[in-house]
């Protein structure tokens, strides 16, 4: 009789990895700060969706939905309103609103909003399965974990092929979400990865003419990984392999002169939390823009000069933002709709500069299309920067040369609300209550926000959810 050889192992992919590290993350095991951190990043995306339910793109896409609903399945919210959707369009909505205003937080490195996905499938789906504050907390953790990793293992190789992070990726870390919800096992959550993956989706041809489909990119993805879960739980079988596999998310979206680091998709997984390395925006505009409306800010405060006295501007940045904030020209100073000024670092500079503020009142069109404002645009220029800290951080420096010859010059190389130098709690509830202030009383604020920040204290998840509901 010849005895058979023991087979090798195979090696755990990164599907399988990810799912075992989502499915088993305990509450004890997250260090109290970035569990701190984790309701504040929360907070903050709620807060935001609030915010977008009064704009057009917002009532648009409501509208667009509540035009599809069939019978009476139609008890899940919408941030900010009083209608109520089924599961799947009230997750596409709420990401939609949450990302639609260009207002929630970013992983640096990975340029992704991971919690628009995240907590707009967090919304629907943690009602549903009635999960306690606790939960809630962990599964949002376990997918920005997954989200930021991945997106950061493509080393801006997503951004380079024209690819946007948010919803190419943001589905990932909202399916282990989801199948952390649904207890799904860690093969089904392995196979709901693979099915999520011919589902990823989010091109950045949205920087062309103001369209709104960025908006939508995170509701898509976060719909989208309930429906990959559902699937995976009932039987249906996904690639294992769909991160490093030959035709997996690596090897068709980026291009092979910028290799993935696969690594990262699973290196320190439980003791490094890139929780950590996410920034809150203090600006509805994209982060790029950041550092340069404060520094715009800055110089405005601190000297004394008139702005028909500017001669020229040049705003120094990385090189790899220059096509998504300062290119083309043209359009970027001249943008036609509030969209197109958010990603525009001549506008930014230019608002903040005339105006002293860069809040959601300075994308009104009576700001978009005022003759100073956009007379200044045509004095910016930009030029790359080499002492820029991208990708860690989004740097920025603004010089002003007046008419006098005299030059004024502020730099800011770790931009506002990053983890070295973050919002602090005040300044996150203040734009809470700013952004929520619209539809909720001062008083349910306060109530809402000192139950939110005790989210692992809660029994459930819906209790704390209700307050936000408009009647």
Avoid at 1 to 22: C, G, N
Avoid at 253 to 268: F, P, R, V, W, Y
Avoid at 309 to 329: D, F, G, L, M
């Amino acid at each position: 009789m010849t005895l058979k050889e023991p087979q090798e192992k195979q090696a755990e992919t990164i599907s399988e990895s990810l799912s075992e590290f989502a499915l088993a993350l305990q509450f004890e095991q997250i260090p109290a700060a970035v569990s701190a951190q984790a309701k504040l990043h929360m907070l903050d995306a709620i807060g935001i969706g609030i915010a977008s339910s009064g704009f057009d793109f917002a009532k648009k896409t409501l509208q667009a939905l509540i035009s599809l609903q069939e019978g009476n399945d139609q008890q899940y919210p919408v941030l900010g309103v009083s209608d109520q959707l089924s599961m799947r369009d009230a997750i596409l909505v709420n990401g939609t609103y949450i990302h639609g205003l260009d207002f929630d937080d970013t992983h640096a490195a990975g340029v992704i909003h991971a919690s628009s996905s995240a907590m707009a499938a967090l919304l629907s789906v943690g009602q549903r399965y009635n999960i306690s504050g606790k939960e809630a907390l962990v599964a949002y953790l376990a997918a920005i974990e997954v989200a930021s990793r991945i997106a950061s293992a493509a080393n801006g190789g997503f951004h380079a092929k024209g690819f946007h992070p948010t919803g190419l990726v943001g589905i990932f870390g909202a399916t282990v979400l989801v199948g952390r919800v649904m207890k799904l096992t860690s093969d089904e959550l392995t196979s709901a990865l693979g099915i999520a993956l011919s589902m990823a989706s989010g091109v950045m041809e949205f920087l062309e003419g103001g369209a709104w489909t960025k908006r939508m990119h995170p509701g898509w993805a976060a719909s989208s990984a309930v429906t990959a879960c559902a699937m995976a739980k009932n039987g249906f079988i996904g690639p294992r392999n769909a991160f490093e596999g030959r035709y997996g998310l690596f090897n068709t979206h980026i291009d092979s002169s910028n290799l993935a680091s696969l690594e990262k998709c699973t290196n320190g997984l439980g003791q490094i939390w890139e929780m950590q390395n996410i920034s809150l925006k203090p600006y509805p505009a994209c982060h790029y823009n950041h550092a340069f409306a404060d520094a715009a800010v800055i110089l405005r405060n601190q000297n004394r000069f008139e702005i028909d006295n500017i001669k020229s501007i040049k705003a120094r940045i990385s090189e790899k933002q220059v096509q998504v904030v300062c290119e083309p020209q043209a359009s970027k100073r001249m943008p036609k709709n509030s969209y197109e000024a958010q990603f525009s670092i001549h506008f930014v500079i230019a608002t903040s500069l005339i105006k002293g503020q860069f809040t959601l009142k300075e994308l009104e069109d009576d700001t978009i299309f005022d003759p100073q404002i956009l007379a200044l645009c045509q004095k910016i220029e930009y030029e790359v920067d080499p002492k820029s800290a991208f990708p860690e951080f989004y740097s920025g420096e603004v010089e002003i040369q007046l008419k006098s010859g005299e030059v004024l010059m502020h730099r800011e190389q770790m931009n506002r609300g990053s983890s070295a130098n973050p919002l602090s709690q005040e300044e996150v509830l203040r734009k809470f209550e700013s952004n929520a202030g619209g539809v909720m009383s001062r008083e349910a604020i306060n109530h809402f926000t000192k139950d939110f920040l005790n989210l692992e204290h809660q029994q459930s998840l819906i209790n704390i959810l209700h307050q936000l509901r408009v009647h």
